[in-house]
């Protein structure tokens, strides 16, 4: 699959649209044509002098690896399971503590 990125000499990508900028990221398009089109708007609007010194930067993507997902979802399951369960113990204890605390002020205000 090429997707297809306008770079400015900074190394900056184009937002397209027709209030477009530069930034680390910017945007791409998955078609040519579609590129042309946001090309061909800018020319409309007067905006072309902002693209003088940019390129189109073709960039391929291409499957490298697969991973099954389920291990992963599996594990990260088990993490938040473990967070929860954590998360009840420290509220437990907290609660237990807040107890024992109005039992000693309750045990010294009957006992004096």
Known sequence: MIIYKIRNSEGLFSTGGMDF????K???WKERRH?????TQTINCGNERFYENCNI?????????RYAIGPILQ??????IECEE?????????KEKR?????Q???KKFNE
């Open 57 to 65: 930067v073709e960039f391929e993507l291409k499957e490298t690896d």
């Open 21 to 24: 900028s530069f930034h680390e």
């Open 105 to 107: 002020e309750l045990s």
């Open 86 to 94: 954590n998360e009840k113990r420290i509220r437990q204890k907290d």
């Open 26 to 28: 910017g945007k791409e």
């Open 75 to 80: 594990h990260k399951k088990q993490e938040l």
């Open 99 to 103: 107890e024992y605390k109005l039992f």
């Open 35 to 39: 590129l042309i089109t946001h090309l």
